[in-house]
Nanobody, 117 residues
Framework: QVQLVESGGGLVQPGGSLRLSCAAS????????MGWYRQAPGQQRELVAV???????NYADSVKGRFTISRDNSKNTVSLAMNSLKPEDTARYYC???????????WGKGTLVTVSS
């Protein structure tokens, strides 16, 4: 099993910045892709950004140019730097990891990001 714990959420004004972090523990050697998803009230969970085991990144169109995902394999962490935040970025953000062997998805409990003046 893989455990994921997010941190770094909070309340920020429009145009502000936040940095989310996710620490993986347990059977981390099985992890391939890691990423961030978000879910706003009444909406489906959606992909925000992903980084593969080889370091390739992919972003949702809505966050391109504003968010940056990074990964530290030596520390088993993945981070999401969020700039120029908008009210529509308000959501619970979830860390995700995928097993390279079984394709199982592992999820953290999420961290709440609220963008409001």
């Amino acid at each position: 099993q893989v455990q994921l714990v997010e941190s770094g959420g909070g309340l920020v004004q429009p145009g502000g910045s936040l940095r989310l972090s996710c620490a993986a523990s347990g059977n981390v050697f099985v992890i391939n892709d890691m990423g961030w998803y978000r879910q706003a009230p009444g909406q489906q969970r959606e992909l925000v950004a992903v980084v593969t085991g080889g370091g390739r990144t992919n972003y949702a169109d809505s966050v391109k140019g504003r968010f940056t995902i990074s990964r530290d394999n030596s520390k088993n962490t993945v981070s999401l730097a969020m700039n120029s935040l908008k009210p529509e970025d308000t959501a619970r953000y979830y860390c995700n990891a995928i097993s390279k062997y079984t394709l199982n998805n592992y999820w953290g409990k999420g961290t709440l990001v609220t963008v409001s003046s």
